[in-house]
């Protein structure tokens, strides 16, 4: 099992720019792939970001790409999200998850993660 936490959330303004890190528990953290997904109020949870397992192969959904970078430090057991040119629509409560097995590089699909964070808040104002 792995227990993740999320931190880094927070207010900012349109434009600006957050650092979202998840600290996971356990000793084998290398090997897990690794998510973020987030959820607005009145929302489904929708993908973020996914890594896998070595870091050499990230995926991006299409509203985030090219201003958000996932990356993760093995050494460290954690996992972060590099937000940069925030926008009001990424107001949400981002969700850091985990899960063992899997049949590729990186996992997109919520339902495939099977450790999921508390979740960390960040609001962007306009």
């Known amino acids: 099992q792995v227990q993740l936490v999320e931190s880094g959330g927070g207010l900012v303004q349109a434009g600006g720019s957050l650092r979202l890190s998840c600290a996971a528990s356990?000793?084998?953290?290398?090997?897990?792939?690794m998510g973020w997904f987030r959820q607005a109020p009145g929302k489904e949870r929708e993908f973020v970001a996914a890594i896998s397992r070595g870091g050499g192969s990230t995926r991006y959904a299409d509203a985030v790409k090219g201003r958000f970078t996932i990356s993760r430090d093995n050494a460290k057991n954690t996992v972060s999200l590099q937000m940069n040119s925030l926008k009001p629509e990424d107001t949400a409560v981002y969700y850091c998850a985990a899960v063992l097995n899997a049949t590729a590089a990186v996992i997109s699909s919520g339902p495939l993660y099977d450790y999921w964070g508390q979740g960390t808040q960040v609001t962007v104002s306009s």
């Open positions: 356990g000793r084998t953290f290398s090997s897990y792939y």
